[in-house]
């Protein structure tokens, strides 16, 4: 009866051991930010960017959300954006079709589907890969 129960015991250690490596190599929000923009160069921060031509968008928990278009990101750090989690739903309301400086964007959590609030949107600093010479 003792082997089995030790073997039942290795097992789940086993089995916990990658789950813990792997919280242990997540990186903190601005590393995980710098990670992603690596060999990109940032440029002229705009007011507005083409809303259909967001083809996806990233959250970094409590620091930017990250819009992709084309081969560029666009990286805008929210007022409020300790309020962003990466496992929420953004929400985002517009008169036109650009996304602006002045315009908010809703947190959805996507677990209980419940509001968890909003953020005020800053201006958009373009990052692109550098072009080798």
Not at 51 to 57: A, I, N, Y
Not at 61 to 80: E, F, L, Q, S
Not at 89 to 109: F, N, R
Request: hydrophobic share 40%; net charge neutral; with cysteine.
């Amino acid at each position: 009866m003792r082997p089995i129960i030790l073997t039942i015991l290795s097992a789940a250690v086993l089995a916990a051991a990658p789950a813990a490596a792997s919280a242990r190599e997540k990186l903190a929000p601005e590393d995980q930010l710098a990670k992603l923009l690596k060999d990109r160069v940032a440029g002229e921060p705009q007011n507005c960017i083409t809303l259909s031509s967001v083809t996806s968008s990233q959250v970094i928990d409590k620091t930017a959300i990250v819009y992709k278009i084309g081969g560029t990101y666009w990286v805008n750090r929210p007022k409020g954006a300790e309020s962003l989690d990466d496992d929420d739903v953004l929400v985002t309301k517009t008169t036109g079709s650009q996304l602006c400086s002045i315009d908010t964007v809703q947190l959805h959590d996507r677990s209980s589907h419940f509001w968890t609030g909003f953020v005020s949107l800053g201006e958009f600093v373009p990052y692109r890969k550098v072009k080798a010479e």
